[in-house]
């Protein structure tokens, strides 16, 4: 009899924790003591409240939501401007060596150096054209020469902008089937030679006329990042009198 009554007071004691209405009864069974409600269930959520968890979960994964693309549109656009200053670095490390390497004697007449300036549209679109020793050019039934003519020049893109491209050949060759053109820097806003002399910078250059090369070239070309236009600048000595 005291066994039963210490269970009835602990299962009492369990439901009036858990449930906050309804009339109780006692069950009796072989093993212990069941309980049931009889006039109501134990409180649960109501409507109001469902639909409050919901809105604020909702508004929690928006957050996560524009935050994960604010994140992954920044890195995007990292990775374009690391690919973009790689480009470029490339570029203005080539070109300097090259012009390191030119080469032209008054007594070849296969050697040039030859600068010009031009404008498309209000922005700088220099020429320039030298030979320089660079790897061999091989081409069919000419002799392999490690002379090399190389021409740089700006032309329109179907998208607007401008190409800064890069034309290279045997000084040999009197056919333009043997010219390799590709494309140096995509997308710039001008881009600009200008040649030193030994006492001033000036924008032209040919050498049958000088009678040799100039002794540095400058180039800085003109990159268009937003509403604002950055110049990238190499100077390059010609090493090779």
């Given at each position: 009899?005291?066994?039963?009554?210490?269970?009835?007071?602990?299962?009492?004691?369990?439901?009036?924790?858990?449930?906050?209405?309804?009339?109780?009864?006692?069950?009796?069974?072989?093993?212990?003591k069941?309980?049931?409600?009889?006039?109501?269930?134990?409180?649960?959520?109501?409507?109001?409240?469902?639909?409050?968890?919901?809105?604020?979960?909702?508004?929690?994964?928006?957050?996560?939501?524009?935050?994960?693309?604010?994140?992954?549109?920044?890195?995007?656009?990292?990775?374009?401007?690391?690919?973009?200053?790689?480009?470029?670095?490339?570029?203005?490390?080539?070109?300097s060596?090259?012009?390191?390497?030119?080469?032209?004697?008054a007594?070849?007449?296969?050697?040039?150096?030859?600068?010009?300036?031009?404008?498309?549209?209000?922005?700088?679109?220099?020429?320039?054209?030298?030979?320089?020793?660079?790897?061999?050019?091989?081409?069919?039934?000419?002799?392999?020469?490690d002379?090399?003519?190389?021409?740089?020049?700006?032309?329109?893109?179907?998208?607007?902008?401008?190409?800064?491209?890069?034309?290279?050949?045997?000084?040999?060759?009197?056919?333009?089937?043997?010219?390799?053109?590709?494309?140096?820097?995509?997308?710039?806003?001008?881009?600009?030679?200008?040649?030193?002399?030994?006492?001033?910078?000036?924008?032209?250059?040919?050498?049958?006329?000088?009678?040799?090369p100039?002794?540095?070239?400058?180039?800085?070309?003109?990159?268009?990042?937003g509403?604002?236009?950055?110049?990238?600048?190499?100077?390059?000595?010609?090493?090779?009198?």
């Amino acid at each position: 009899m005291g066994r039963r009554t210490e269970l009835h007071d602990r299962d009492l004691q369990a439901v009036r924790g858990y449930c906050t209405m309804g009339h109780v009864e006692y069950m009796e069974s072989r093993e212990s003591k069941f309980i049931m409600s009889k006039a109501g269930r134990c409180r649960g959520f109501t409507l109001l409240e469902v639909l409050v968890a919901v809105g604020l979960a909702a508004s929690i994964l928006a957050a996560l939501y524009a935050s994960f693309f604010s994140v992954l549109k920044s890195r995007v656009t990292a990775d374009k401007a690391l690919e973009r200053g790689g480009e470029i670095r490339r570029f203005l490390d080539n070109f300097s060596k090259e012009v390191h390497s030119a080469f032209y004697s008054a007594k070849n007449p296969w050697t040039f150096f030859v600068g010009e300036e031009n404008y498309k549209l209000g922005r700088p679109s220099s020429r320039l054209s030298f030979t320089s020793f660079n790897y061999p050019a091989l081409q069919e039934a000419r002799p392999a020469a490690d002379l090399v003519s190389i021409s740089y020049s700006v032309e329109g893109s179907d998208a607007g902008g401008y190409t800064l491209y890069r034309e290279s050949a045997s000084p040999f060759a009197r056919q333009k089937d043997g010219i390799l053109k590709i494309e140096a820097v995509e997308d710039i806003d001008g881009f600009e030679a200008s040649f030193y002399n030994g006492k001033e910078w000036v924008k032209a250059w040919d050498a049958s006329l000088e009678g040799r090369p100039p002794e540095a070239v400058k180039a800085i070309l003109r990159i268009r990042e937003g509403a604002g236009v950055s110049e990238f600048t190499a100077i390059a000595r010609v090493k090779i009198r």
